[in-house]
């Protein structure tokens, strides 16, 4: 089974202060057919998770040019370049390269 | 507006079963595969199963393998989740998720539903 691993485990963020949360999956997620099946959600309080970012670095719908992806392989980065108090909530990596596996989940919050 | 409406959970005791349905509207729903995604009271996330559009493959977690079966109506706009032998392992808030492509693999889930909840417990 792939495991993926985050850090930090929690983020406090003055807003408009920028954030980075690393993930690290224990095989490569880079697919023969070129793509890297990695992906970032977000879960808001209350609410179901929510897709910001596929296979890496693209946007999903809707998703605020704030949010970056970055990475290749095993190591990957979701960036947020001016926190805003609507990004509080638990963010979490997801592989798709061999089932489905997520990291434990980073949760950020507003200081 | 894509909406997805879980229901079937509750309250029931260890080894008893229980059959989870998910309601979808707002896109076509035989166009896509659909997952059941858990996350126990306080946890994480975890991928429970998928199923492609045409019910022609199907995945499982190791840990609901042989328990847990996923169908889908295409007809009804429905997906359904069977669980048998329940544990209290298995207490969680279930999602339904539709999937970006018709196949079960590589793929992500967007969007999710509000979620049942299933407690096993005596």
């Known amino acids: 089974d792939i495991v993926m691993t985050q850090t930090p485990l929690s983020l406090s963020v003055t807003p408009g202060q920028p954030a980075s949360i690393s993930c690290k999956s224990s095989?490569?997620?880079?697919?023969?057919?070129?793509?890297?099946?990695l992906y970032w959600y977000l879960q808001k309080p209350g609410q179901p998770p929510q897709l910001l970012i596929y296979?890496?670095?693209n946007r999903f719908s809707g998703v605020p040019d704030r949010f970056s992806g970055s990475g290749s392989g095993t190591d990957f980065t979701l960036k947020i370049s001016r926190v805003e108090a609507e990004d509080v909530g638990v963010y979490y990596c997801?592989?798709?390269?061999?089932?489905?596996?997520f990291g434990q989940g980073t949760k950020l919050e507003i200081k | 507006e894509v909406q997805l409406v879980e229901s079937g959970g509750g309250l029931v005791q260890p080894g008893r079963s229980l059959r989870l349905s998910c309601a979808a509207s707002?896109?076509?729903?035989?166009?896509?595969?659909m997952h059941w995604v858990r996350q126990a009271p306080g946890k994480g996330l975890e991928w429970v199963s998928g199923?492609?559009?045409?019910?022609?493959?199907?995945g499982y977690a190791d840990s609901v393998k042989g328990r847990f079966t996923i169908s889908r109506d295409n007809a009804k706009n429905s997906l359904y989740l069977q669980m048998n032998s329940l544990r209290a392992e298995d207490t969680a808030l279930y999602y339904c998720?539709?999937?970006?492509?018709?196949?079960?693999?590589?793929?992500?889930?967007?969007?999710w539903g509000q979620g049942t909840l299933v407690t096993v417990s005596s």
């Open positions: 998720a539709k999937g970006g492509v018709a196949i079960p693999s590589l793929n992500w889930f967007d969007p």
């Open positions: 707002g896109f076509t729903f035989d166009d896509y595969a």
């Open positions: 199923i492609s559009w045409n019910s022609g493959s199907i």
């Open positions: 095989q490569s997620l880079l697919h023969s057919d070129g793509k890297t099946y």
């Open positions: 296979e890496v670095s």
């Open positions: 997801m592989q798709s390269i061999q089932l489905y596996t």
